[in-house]
């Protein structure tokens, strides 16, 4: 490896760091009413009119046009609290803590997946490095309620739902060589599937309903930094 991308590797590293710090923060932003209110968040970030999501910001100073790639921090995955109690409580075969490490790894995998095909599809690069070009995106999905969960067993029951269940994205957007924080934003979906139809819940499934929920918010962001890419590089010519 060469000096650069070693020096690029710390960086990303740093911006990994201090993402524990935001997720704790997460529960007041989407919790207060007085937030929502504020044009202005506590880091000087500016509210974004007529949003497509729940809660966003942006810094009105931050020059996207010079962002050509993005790169994809592994997502932060957190149950709602008191799941595994209330999955167990009416459950014949309950669900382990091992059962949601899995869930958790799945869930990573597949919303990394999900954004990086939509983002490419759309024409920009992703790659694994900070560099003057890149855009981060930090992702946390939590609050997540998987409402017909998978666990091993050796009966044959099944399970039916109109639901996979429902779901929080917070997503902060850097600057990966400054740190700066540019962007952060916040939604919650619900996986109901089509027409309300009563189905089989299961490990595809959900998986299906999942893809589906992060392939709009995948659409969502890309056609927010397509706005602001547009309109920041039509200032700067």
Request: hydrophobic share 40%.
């Amino acid at each position: 490896m060469n000096t650069k991308s070693s020096m690029h590797g710390q960086q990303l590293a740093s911006v990994r760091k201090v993402f524990g710090l935001f997720v704790l923060m997460l529960v007041p932003i989407l919790g207060s009413a007085e937030e929502e209110e504020q044009m202005v968040s506590f880091d000087g970030l500016v509210a974004i009119e007529k949003s497509n999501v729940y809660m966003a910001y942006i810094d009105p100073d931050a020059d996207f046009s010079v962002f050509q790639r993005v790169a994809i921090l592994d997502p932060h995955v957190a149950f709602r609290s008191n799941w595994q109690r209330d999955q167990n409580r009416s459950r014949s075969r309950n669900v382990r803590t091992s059962d949601m490490e899995r869930i958790k790894e799945d869930v990573a995998s597949l919303f990394k997946d999900v954004f990086t095909e939509q983002l490419e599809a759309a024409g920009f690069d992703v790659v694994n490095y900070a560099d003057e070009d890149v855009l981060v995106l930090r992702p946390a999905i939590v609050n997540l309620d998987v409402l017909s969960p998978h666990v091993q067993s050796a009966s044959r029951s099944r399970t039916y739902t109109t639901t996979g269940g429902a779901a929080t994205l917070y997503l902060e957007l850097f600057d990966s060589i400054s740190g700066a924080i540019i962007g952060r934003a916040a939604d919650r979906r619900g996986s109901g599937r089509r027409g309300g139809f009563v189905t089989v819940s299961n490990r595809v499934t959900n998986r299906a309903d999942a893809r589906r929920e992060f392939r709009i918010w995948a659409d969502k962001l890309i056609e927010f930094l397509n706005q602001h890419y547009v309109e920041a590089k039509t200032v700067a010519e």
